[in-house]
């Protein structure tokens, strides 16, 4: 399954300097989508984090840091989300670009494990944030190709509009809820559930891999008992087992509820992107909340 978009991304760098339009390099989904869209046919979009390819602590090849070095325009997500990423962006000649680095407003909790974490990075799950990340991308694009700034802001200008429409329908789906309680794989939606009332508790902290512990799961269970929780979210590129012990111990279910860190292979494959996404999990959150 991973053997096509691996080519796919392969002979898009070995075009890079021969093909035509601003090299750009992105370094997980989120950012390579903005490019794409504010972009179009004017940008060559090259995303370090594969399809199925968990982005926290990404690691880099050599061919990878070589891309960084000679692209047009470098976009990344700064404060330790990715630190091969930041360690490997002193030698890159194009700009380089941390899209959310006035986003990122939302501490670290206490006893989060990952320690190169100077924020909560997951900035781009609340629509009203990704939609600055994209005007940050087109001020990016539109500095590195002036000839086509109109375009670059036309583009933003429509993607902006979708976004909105995306917010509007958060606000609409998850305004009359019976619950507000969202267990979480990882940390992932703080700031989707800051922008639309809810309240998260995550099995794992800021990163996927960190493992609870018991005391941590026994009170999780007590939580989700008590508050009358239904569905405990899993994430595809996560192991669910933790999950599926808490729900069945809880007496709750489990569902997808996805970060859009990386698309899987079907789900590129299927056409999916974050607009989709985002409305499979307000489904997903509407089932799990009761809300009408
Ligand atoms: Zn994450």
């Not at 974050?274 to 489904?283: D, E, F, K």
């Amino acid at each position: 399954m991973l053997a096509a978009p691996l080519a796919a991304c392969s002979s898009r760098s070995d075009a890079s300097g021969s093909s035509g339009g601003v090299q750009v390099v992105a370094s997980f989904y989120p950012l390579a989508e903005a490019a794409q869209q504010v972009g179009g046919s004017f940008v060559s979009v090259d995303n370090l984090t594969a399809p199925g390819v968990e982005p926290h602590d990404l690691e880099l090849t050599p061919q990878q840091i070589e891309a960084i070095d000679t692209a047009d325009v470098v976009l990344y997500l700064g404060g330790g989300f990715q630190p091969a990423v930041e360690d490997a962006l002193g030698d890159a000649t194009g700009a380089v670009i941390d899209a959310s680095a006035s986003l990122r407003n939302l501490p670290v909790p206490a006893g989060e494990s990952d320690a190169s974490l100077t924020a909560d990075p997951h900035v781009w799950l609340d629509p009203t944030l990704y939609q600055q990340i994209v005007d940050e991308v087109r001020g990016a694009l539109s500095q590195a190709d002036p000839a086509h700034a109109q375009a670059f802001t036309a583009n933003a200008d429509a993607y902006g509009r979708q976004l909105e429409q995306l917010d509007g329908e958060y606000r609409s789906g998850l305004g009359h809820c019976e619950r507000s309680l969202i267990v979480t794989s990882h940390a992932a939606f703080g700031y989707l559930s800051a922008r639309y009332g809810l309240t998260q508790e995550p099995i794992s902290g800021l990163s996927p891999d960190a493992e609870p512990t018991p005391q941590h799961l026994a009170a999780l269970k007590d939580l989700v008992e008590r508050e009358g929780v239904t569905t405990i979210f899993t994430e595809e590129l996560v192991s669910p087992k933790v999950a599926e012990t808490l729900a069945n111990e809880a007496g709750a279910t489990t569902a997808v509820l996805n970060p859009l860190e990386s698309l899987t292979p079907d789900e590129a494959g299927a056409g999916d992107d974050y607009v989709s996404v985002m409305r499979t999990n307000l489904a997903t959150l509407r089932t799990a909340l009761g809300c009408t």
